[in-house]
């Protein structure tokens, strides 16, 4: 069976100097399972690379001659299976179990990223936060990171259920 790639051309946002990375998460939420991204970019998308792979996603490049790129992102075998780590997180079972947690699976967008944020606002550095989402949460994950956050994060087997465990980090 061939791989199938759903294509994102984020070309015309980048030249109109917009910022893509909202519709790309978007695109990376709504593949199925088993299925890639063929991304189309006017520049190498460095800080993707690292993000997708962290996401269980490997990816091949292809520049034009016209110096666009062809960024091909596929999954793993085992994506299913996989456990997403943010950087600094490999060591997540040392933590200390969760004092907090939140099921969200049937909350909308953008619910439960302000719900999360906002419980984590609330905790002291080092304390765990227990998530359930509908899915894998490439805008929280890519936020967490920002804001100082360790995370690490599995699927329930069924693919319905996402499950997350929050490190809180020290507030800016």
Same mark, same amino acid.
């Given at each position: 069976?061939?791989?199938?790639?759903?294509?994102?051309?984020?070309?015309?946002?980048?030249?109109?100097?917009?910022?893509?990375?909202?519709?790309?998460?978007?695109?990376?939420?709504?593949?199925? @399972?088993?299925?890639? /991204?063929? !991304?189309?970019?006017?520049?190498? =998308?460095? *800080?993707?690379?690292?993000?997708? $792979? +962290?996401?269980?996603?490997?990816?091949?490049?292809?520049?034009?001659?016209?110096?666009?790129?062809?960024?091909?992102?596929?999954?793993?075998?085992?994506?299913?299976?996989?456990?997403?780590?943010?950087?600094?997180?490999?060591?997540?079972?040392?933590?200390?179990? @969760?004092?907090?947690? /939140?099921? !969200?699976?049937?909350?909308?967008? =953008?619910? *439960?990223?302000?719900?999360?944020? $906002? +419980?984590?606002?609330?905790?002291?550095?080092?304390?765990?936060?227990?998530?359930?989402?509908?899915?894998?949460?490439?805008?929280?994950?890519?936020?967490?990171?920002?804001?100082?956050?360790?995370?690490?994060?599995?699927?329930?087997?069924?693919?319905?259920?996402?499950?997350?465990?929050?490190?809180?980090?020290?507030?800016?």
């Amino acid at each position: 069976m061939s791989q199938v790639y759903k294509q994102l051309d984020i070309r015309p946002i980048l030249r109109e100097g917009g910022e893509p990375f909202k519709d790309i998460m978007a695109t990376v939420q709504s593949l199925a @399972p088993g299925e890639g /991204l063929r !991304l189309l970019s006017t520049f190498k =998308p460095t *800080p993707l690379l690292s993000l997708m $792979s +962290r996401q269980g996603f490997s990816s091949e490049m292809q520049e034009f001659e016209n110096g666009d790129w062809e960024i091909t992102f596929s999954p793993s075998a085992d994506q299913a299976a996989r456990v997403a780590v943010s950087s600094g997180a490999e060591n997540a079972s040392d933590w200390p179990e @969760p004092l907090w947690q /939140l099921d !969200l699976v049937d909350a909308p967008p =953008p619910m *439960p990223m302000e719900k999360v944020l $906002s +419980r984590l606002s609330l905790m002291e550095p080092g304390e765990v936060l227990f998530v359930l989402l509908a899915s894998e949460p490439a805008f929280l994950a890519a936020e967490l990171e920002s804001r100082g956050h360790l995370w690490v994060g599995a699927s329930d087997g069924s693919g319905k259920v996402y499950r997350m465990l929050i490190r809180a980090g020290l507030t800016d």
